[in-house]
């Protein structure tokens, strides 16, 4: 293997100083170079074969242009279209990413948190794993949180509202007629989901009716979607088989909304005639379920890029920088597996 060609052999070739022709290879604007000497330098550049060693010069700068992003759960769906938000800005902006996977594990998580570091990464998107999530590792990176959770306060989050986008489902199936609606929950931070339950409890509340005490599913929390979705068919399985049936079945994402679908379809339960089924998520395996099934469609790629926009701005002016608590908007999908109770 041949040796690589630097700078010095640049400098030789065009006879400048090894100054003059760095300031021209990397791009340095703090003194100005004639553009004839421009010239001179890039062409000797190209006879010698010289490639900018990009790495070695950010890493002087203390600067990678490389942000990570941290997912608890590869497997699951909600992440594609958001991560791809993230991506496009950054490329625009001119960063790399790296992404990273905890399968719901906090050690491999802090894991990750000490790779940002070592490898200098100019930023992080981060979507928590656990509710005592500790960051203090990340103490010099500049990160941002995936996240609406209040458990979250004191930093930087961007997320969907939730909140309002359930109280919009719960609200149409009551308009509906629906006055038998029950809960399905699982596949999320255990501790970040009790606001489910609670709104859900409070809609009852609120309508005047009493709320049945078997009106409540959970399934197994922080686990793979692949696994979130066999312990949605088991528990539905034996959810679906009471008398009587509720006629109304919200779910907490798509992938819990599925597998109530798939249950209710084996068991012969006519959708939506006999059981309404929304979820939450708008995942493209909502479109095309037998009947599509009705979502609460997160905007996903918008957070993503609006994360991603946050993140740099908080890169690039850190003096003064005020705590961001950005939520966008749900909006209901009606498609086939809702309808009158």
């Known amino acids: 293997m041949g040796r690589r060609t630097t700078i010095i052999d640049v400098a030789k070739e065009c006879g400048l100083s090894q100054a003059t022709v760095a300031r021209v290879l990397n791009g340095q604007k703090d003194i100005q170079v004639k553009e004839k000497t421009r010239e001179r330098v890039l062409k000797a550049a190209q006879k010698v074969g010289y490639r900018r060693n990009a790495l070695a010069a950010n890493f002087r700068r ?71 999530t500790n960051f203090d590792t990340l103490e010099t990176v500049p990160f941002i949180l995936l996240t609406n959770s209040d458990l979250f306060s004191n930093y930087d989050t961007v997320g969907n509202d939730s909140k309002a986008g359930m109280r919009i489902a719960l609200e149409h199936l009551y308009g509906l007629g629906h006055r038998r609606i029950a809960l399905l929950v699982g596949g999320s931070m255990s501790s970040g989901s009790s606001w489910r339950r609670d709104l859900f409890c409070e809609f009852y509340r609120e309508k005047g009716m009493s709320l049945p005490a078997n009106m409540q599913v959970a399934c197994d929390f922080s686990v793979s979607s692949t696994a979130s979705f066999v312990q949605a068919r088991k528990s539905m399985e034996n959810f679906l088989s009471q008398n009587p049936l509720p ?33 939450m998520d708008g995942i493209f395996s909502g479109e095309v379920s037998s009947p599509p099934l009705t979502t609460v469609k997160k905007n996903r790629a918008e957070i993503g890029r609006m994360a991603a926009q946050t993140l740099i701005d908080k890169i690039k002016k850190p003096q003064g920088w005020q705590t961001k608590r950005l939520v966008l908007p749900c909006k209901l999908l009606e498609r086939g597996s809702m309808g009158p109770a």
């Not at 699951?76 to 950054?90: A, R, T, V, Y």
């Not at 599925?258 to 089924?277: F, M, R, W």
């Open 62 to 132: 203390q600067q990678t242009n490389t942000i990570a992003i941290s997912i608890a759960d590869i497997t699951n769906p909600f992440f594609p279209e958001l991560i791809k938000g993230i991506q496009d800005k950054m490329r625009d902006c001119g960063y790399s990413v790296i992404q990273l996977n905890n399968e719901w594990n906090p050690d491999i998580e802090q894991e990750h948190f000490q790779y940002m570091v070592q490898t200098c990464v100019d930023g992080a998107i981060i979507s928590p794993s656990h509710p005592m």
């Open 247 to 279: 006629t109304a079945v919200f779910a907490s994402n798509d992938i819990l909304g599925l597998a109530t679908l798939q249950v209710a379809n084996e068991k012969g339960i006519q959708v939506p005639e006999q059981l309404s089924i929304v979820g």
